[in-house]
């Protein structure tokens, strides 16, 4: 991996302070101008987010020059301030890890990039109508030791995918273990859980992990989507209820 250039020191506050807490200490700013994006850039901030360490900002910036050497960035450190580095050639995972590894004191292994990297494929996937190979790559990554973090992430998405290929029974078995081991703001796991349930026609058990949620995390609760998806289930219930009768 190869540095361009430095360029002047910006003018980019310090993170504010705490006693004993994470503090921003750099910056990665990736170009995602015409050129940069075909050679991959976006790809590239969405593993350096999905790193997930909270040392390190990534946004997106305009065109560093040097195009036909992108993806380009800039590496800014912030405390304690030192000149920008213009990355080049971050076309690839394992050339943000040497990026990150080489010019910052972030910890960072091969190991974590991997699970990130498979969860982003699994996304991809999804994204792309593929939900069986979504799994495959969400469960690969749920194999690794250093996924463990983030493992409500994984079950969370495996269970969208499993009910997206019409597994509605495994996808309810990874939202449950996916409730199980989220942080009570992590309300998707449970929106998931109540999509499966529906699907195998539990309406009742559904709206009432939903109102759960709500309980838990407030400011789901209270939102559009906790409200909309009530409704819809306790009219489900209340159709069962009269088909019953």
């Not at 190869?2 to 750099?26: C, D, M, W």
């Not at 850039?41 to 040097?66: F, H, P, W, Y």
């Not at 971050?90 to 292994?109: E, H, V, Y």
């Not at 409730?179 to 349930?197: G, H, K, M």
Request: aromatic share 2%; net charge positive.
């Amino acid at each position: 991996m190869r540095v361009l250039a430095s360029t002047k020191t910006p003018n980019h506050p310090p993170s504010s302070s705490g006693s004993g807490a994470a503090q921003e200490t750099f910056h990665l700013k990736v170009c995602t101008n015409t050129t940069c994006r075909r050679q991959g850039s976006l790809q590239i901030v969405q593993m350096a987010r999905e790193l997930q360490n909270v040392g390190l900002r990534v946004t997106e910036s305009g065109c560093l020059g040097k195009c036909g050497a992108g993806p380009n960035a800039v590496l800014m450190q912030v405390a304690p301030r030192a000149p920008p580095r213009v990355l080049s050639h971050l076309a690839s995972p394992a050339r943000l890890l040497d990026a990150l590894q080489g010019f910052t004191t972030l910890p960072m292994d091969r190991a974590s990039l991997r699970a990130v990297e498979l969860r982003c494929a699994g996304n991809a996937a999804a994204r792309a109508g593929q939900p069986g190979r979504a799994v495959r790559l969400y469960s690969q990554a749920l194999d690794l030791p250093a996924s463990r973090a983030t493992a409500h992430l994984l079950l969370s998405n495996r269970a969208g995918a499993r009910l997206a290929a019409g597994d509605a029974a495994g996808a309810a078995e990874d939202a449950r273990a996916a409730v199980a081991c989220a942080p009570s703001d992590f309300t998707t796991a449970s929106v998931r859980l109540a999509e499966a349930l529906r699907a195998l026609g539990q309406a009742r058990e559904a709206a009432a992990v939903v109102a759960a949620a709500g309980v838990a995390w407030p400011a789901f609760g209270e939102g559009e989507e906790c409200r909309a998806l009530l409704a819809q289930l306790e009219a489900e219930v209340g159709r069962e209820l009269a088909r019953a009768a």
